[in-house]
Each structure stands twice: as structure tokens, then as C-alpha cells.
């Protein structure tokens, strides 16, 4: 894993929290909630439901990679709920659009699943900040 790498969140000072998106990257989507299990269960104060709905996204795309469509959907609406009050951005991404990709996965897994077909691989990525320098 590459922790210099520019594509990293601006501000991502925990070593957890840059080893999540790079796993989340990848789409290793339970392998990355693992990782920021640790980082949520040792944080208090505001940054704790930010973490948690983090790690709900990637739990729900987990999920929805292994096939079951009802608890994805179950876990990605309590992950919108809790990235709600931080979004447009947050944790060096921007928040809003990994909410709307993952929920668009989640619906496409629904709307396959009610045609009787396989849902299409979920690939959703974290579109970065960037310093204003682009750097």
C-alpha cells in the first residue's frame, strides 16, 4: 500500500483512516470496514458517527457484493442517515457523492434483483479533495 499516494483524503492524519480507502479503493469492502472498526471504537466526540457511517457504507457494498439485497439496503439507509450531517465532505472525500454512488449500486442490485438477474458488480470509489494548489 502506497500512503503517499496524491489520491489520498487531504487531512487524513490516521494511519487507519488512509488503510480504509485504500481497502475501499479496491473494493475490498469488508476487509476496509474492518480496518476503521478500530479507528471508530477509539474515537469519541463528533468524528465517531462519521466513522461509523463510513464503515456502514462499506458493510452495505459488502453485502451487496455477497448477494443479499435486503441487508444492504438495510445497513446503507442507517450509513445515509449517519453521513448525513457531514456531507457535502468529510474525512477527505467528498461525502455527498459516495453516498449517491453507493446508493446507486444498491438500487441497481434492487432493480436487477427484481428482474430475476444477477446484480452487476457494485464498483464505487471516493472521489478525493484536493489541496487548492491541485497538489
Sequence with gaps: MNYNNPRMPEGAAD??????????????FFESHEVLEDLWMATSGGERNLY?????????????SE??????????????????????????VRLDRLVADAQ???????????RGEEPEEAVVRPVYLRHPDGG
Design 104 to 114: 446507486g449500486a444498491v438500487e441497481r442490485g434492487e432493480r436487477a434483483a427484481a
Design 52 to 64: 461509523k457511517g463510513l464503515i456502514q457504507v462499506a458493510v452495505s457494498l459488502h453485502h451487496l
Design 67 to 92: 448477494g443479499n439485497l435486503r441487508g444492504a439496503r438495510k445497513v446503507f439507509d442507517t450509513a445515509r442517515d449517519l453521513l448525513a450531517p457531514y456531507q457535502p465532505a468529510g474525512a477527505g
Design 15 to 28: 494511519l487507519r483512516l488512509l488503510q480504509f480507502w485504500d481497502l475501499f479503493e479496491r473494493q475490498e
